[in-house]
């Protein structure tokens, strides 16, 4: 039974368990909103008088009770979400339903059962974080308009945050009506709205180049260029700019985020924006100091903040403490300053704290205790569900950060956490096949926060594959002691052809872990769990023959290699010619008209590289001096990644047809690079431009040329990036691997 007036999220909550009793015992329990019409089982209530002291213990959250009077069932709350997350959890405590991926059939594993045995009807269940926030990026479901697969995964496991919640006006991602029955909590904007949204290049670049940061005496309007903060006329056009955009966000809104572009900040060079800043502590700042750059922003954000106070009282500005400002600032913040700490650069394989293995991100994260105020918590925004299709027990970590968190913290909990969406264009059901237990373990720990894994890791195993939980239990333990055991890291978006090969291939597990798979599918007694261990052992298949096809040639010469733009004269005809450049989305350029081939000479001191860059319509202008913000919108730009045989030191540069070579100075734990001695030459085509890297073995240390050279090498045509053999730049595992022949 539901009230008459009943919030629509009340009956969402009422269609979904209606839908699932239906499924498990086969009945269908009609809705009813009078207790005249039926004699009610199981009623749903907002605020019901008659049970006062839960709804003081649920004030402000979104928990819920279960209490049983006169043989009726009444699942309340003080606000419609908790009715909702009340529903899918007393499905799950009463049944053996689990919700395991987003997958509404192959994915949602249950006994079905003619009569529903309720054991658990007398309690009250309160999430242990407020703010349970998960972001799966373009899985969006547009036609007909509603949640995608993937947010119902979450909402179904008691997630209260969504992209689907946020309002990005003209964007195409934007709230629609429809979404309202979910009742989540909204926010405005975008995380890097300052990049794109507040100050659109294409609306004010071409007539205010003035309002972007002047770099190597040039400015370039684009939104991975940060603005020049000290501008005046650029704030005022942001402020105006952010007035029209809260105007036409709905009321319930209740956070502006403001957030910088998606990459380090390039400091401004003009004369403004390099003179020092005076603290109110009377420390003076000059553009020498660390800390020189992210007070600009911050001061910048503190006017805007101020503004946002008076127009819009009660709202708070969210800001993003994300590469270049992950640190706190010595300065003081308006306290409608809402921060939202990001730690990308994190080994995911400890907890953020951990001074030793994740020394930066909890140097980082420490430097804002005591700067956090209770009305305005703190916020995380994690990377715990990008991981590749190879099973990355993170979820031991994220449960750790979220004790962390809390012991130190005013803390709201997660604004956001980014997972691979199941579907949508960037769908990658492979990743959850793996990682569906990691990934169930995090949002629950949300809620739940028990003292470690263990209980929620076997209750999904058990509810998953039913007796053939043991033997899936020991499929994930024997490689998450190889992923723990080895001294590399787990970063924020992980291989899963890199990590098959590091973890599982190299050690020589891959016929123990097949062997446990067979018993496995031997003794799963149900089709969908059968189907769930066979998708695993496909997965594992199809990364393991990735990792074997990753070898490369290299043909050595004894005559002195000279550049040919064609590779047609002296030995460059000899090695083979390689073509498999993939993009972000796996597709194979080889058969494109903008593609890159690529060949491997090499005599006793140096390795040479001869590669060409075809176009539809080849480039004629050479580009200016190459920054690292001008790398994702280049003509052109190839970068080469080449470690020693152990993988541990690399050597990393871009460089693009006018020979101008970038040594990244980008502030990342892995980052280890320098080019010296490394020489380019380039020409341009009929066809493009080809070039020839010289890289001296002594400068990456390579002596024995009986062991594969691992390389990575990328190609990038303005925004399109793609790789050779789909190398990530920093996972050295899965590079390929050159044979000097």
């Given at each position: ?14 269609e979904?368990?209606?839908y ?8 269908t ?37 279960v ?16 009715v909702?997350?009340g ?23 249950f ?15 309160i999430p242990a974080?407020?703010?349970?926030g ?22 179904r ?26 009742d ?24 205010h ?10 400015r ?27 105007a036409i966000?709905p009321?319930?809104v ?9 990459t ?8 403004k ?64 300053i ?5 730690p ?35 916020a ?6 990008l991981?590749?299709?190879?099973p ?34 960037a ?9 569906m ?20 890791r ?17 499929y ?18 992980d291989?899963?052809?890199a ?6 291939r ?7 872990c097949r062997?446990i ?18 998708r ?15 070898q ?20 460059w005809?000899?090695?083979p010619?390689?073509d ?5 989305d796996?597709?194979n ?12 000479l ?19 202008t ?7 913000d ?7 730009v190839?970068?080469?990644?080449t ?25 990342a ?24 890297v ?15 050279l691992?390389?990575?090498?990328q ?16 996972k ?6 050159l044979?000097?022949?």
């Amino acid at each position: 039974m539901i009230d008459p007036n009943a919030h629509d999220t009340v009956k969402y909550a009422a269609e979904e368990l209606q839908y699932w009793i239906k499924e498990i015992s086969g009945a269908t329990l009609p809705i009813v909103d009078s207790p005249a019409k039926k004699k009610i089982k199981i009623n749903l209530a907002v605020n019901p008088a008659e049970f006062g002291d839960d709804l003081k213990k649920l004030q402000d959250s979104d928990g819920y009770a279960v209490r049983t009077r006169d043989n009726m069932i009444t699942i309340l709350a003080g606000r419609p979400r908790g009715v909702k997350n009340g529903v899918y959890r007393f499905l799950f405590r009463n049944t053996d339903i689990i919700w395991a991926t987003p997958d509404k059939v192959e994915g949602t594993f249950f006994t079905p059962c003619p009569t529903l045995e309720i054991n658990h009807s007398n309690y009250i269940d309160i999430p242990a974080l407020k703010e349970r926030g998960l972001q799966f990026a373009y899985d969006i479901q547009k036609d007909p308009p509603g949640v995608s697969p993937s947010d119902d995964w979450q909402l179904r496991n008691g997630c209260n945050g969504s992209l689907m919640a946020a309002h990005f006006p003209n964007a195409d991602r934007n709230y629609k009506p429809e979404y309202a029955k979910y009742d989540l909590d909204a926010t405005g904007m975008s995380g890097h709205a300052l990049g794109w949204l507040l100050l659109n290049p294409r609306k004010w670049g071409k007539d205010h180049p003035e309002f972007w940061a002047q770099i190597n005496g040039k400015r370039t309007p684009n939104q991975f260029t940060a603005p020049c903060f000290t501008s005046e006329e650029m704030y005022r056009t942001v402020e105006k700019e952010f007035d029209e955009l809260a105007a036409i966000l709905p009321a319930h809104v209740k956070s502006y985020t403001v957030g910088l572009a998606d990459t380090f900040i390039t400091p401004c060079e003009c004369e403004k924006c390099r003179e020092p800043i005076t603290l109110e502590s009377g420390k003076v700042l000059t553009s020498q100091d660390d800390d020189f750059v992210k007070t600009r922003f911050f001061l910048f954000l503190n006017k805007l903040a101020k503004h946002a106070q008076k127009k819009y009282p009660g709202k708070k500005i969210t800001a993003l403490a994300y590469m270049s400002t992950e640190k706190a600032p010595e300065l003081k913040l308006e306290p409608n300053i809402r921060i939202c700490y990001c730690p990308i650069f994190r080994n995911f394989k400890y907890p953020v704290s951990d001074a030793r293995k994740n020394k930066v991100s909890a140097e980082r994260i420490s430097s804002w205790i005591g700067k956090i105020p209770e009305e305005t918590p703190l916020a995380i925004h994690e990377y715990y569900g990008l991981v590749g299709s190879f099973p990355s027990p993170r979820d031991v970590a994220a449960l750790a950060d979220m004790k962390y968190y809390k012991s130190v913290f005013p803390f709201g909990g997660f604004a956001n956490t980014e997972f691979v969406p199941w579907s949508g264009t960037a769908g990658k059901p492979a990743v959850w096949d793996q990682n569906m237990m990691y990934f169930w373990v995090v949002v629950n720990s949300m809620w739940e926060m028990p003292d470690g894994v263990d209980s929620l890791r076997g209750e999904f195993l058990k509810r998953v594959f039913g007796s053939a939980a043991a033997d899936m239990k020991e499929y994930f333990a024997i490689i998450e002691k190889k992923w723990r055991d080895s001294p590399g890291r787990s970063d924020y978006a992980d291989d899963g052809m890199a990590d098959f090969n590091q973890f599982v291939r190299i050690p020589g597990i891959a016929n123990e872990c097949r062997a446990i798979l067979n018993r496995a599918l031997a003794k799963a007694s149900s089709e969908k769990a059968r189907n769930a261990i066979r998708r695993i052992a496909d997965g594992m298949e199809k990364n393991l023959k990735a990792a074997e096809d990753l070898q490369l040639t290299a043909i050595r010469t004894a005559a002195p290699v000279v550049f040919d733009p064609d590779f047609a004269s002296g030995d460059w005809g000899k090695p083979p010619v390689y073509d498999k450049f993939l993009d972000n989305d796996g597709n194979n350029t080889a058969d494109s008209k903008e593609k890159t081939r690529i060949r491997f000479l090499y005599d006793d001191t140096n390795l040479y590289i001869g590669v060409e860059m075809l176009y539809r319509k080849p480039p004629t202008t050479m580009p200016e001096k190459l920054v690292r913000d001008t790398l994702r919108t280049a003509v052109g730009v190839v970068r080469i990644v080449t470690t020693a045989p152990d993988r541990k030191r690399r050597l990393y540069f871009s460089y693009d047809p006018a020979k101008n070579i970038l040594d990244s100075a980008q502030d990342a734990p892995w980052d280890k690079w320098t080019a010296e001695g490394t020489e380019i030459e380039s020409r341009y085509t009929a066809r493009g431009w080809s070039s020839m890297v010289k890289i001296p073995f002594a400068t990456i240390d390579y002596r024995d040329k009986t062991k594969a050279l691992p390389i990575s090498v990328q190609a990038n045509r303005f925004k399109h990036i793609t790789s050779l053999n789909g190398s990530a730049m920093h996972k050295p595992y899965s590079f390929s691997e050159l044979i000097m022949k």
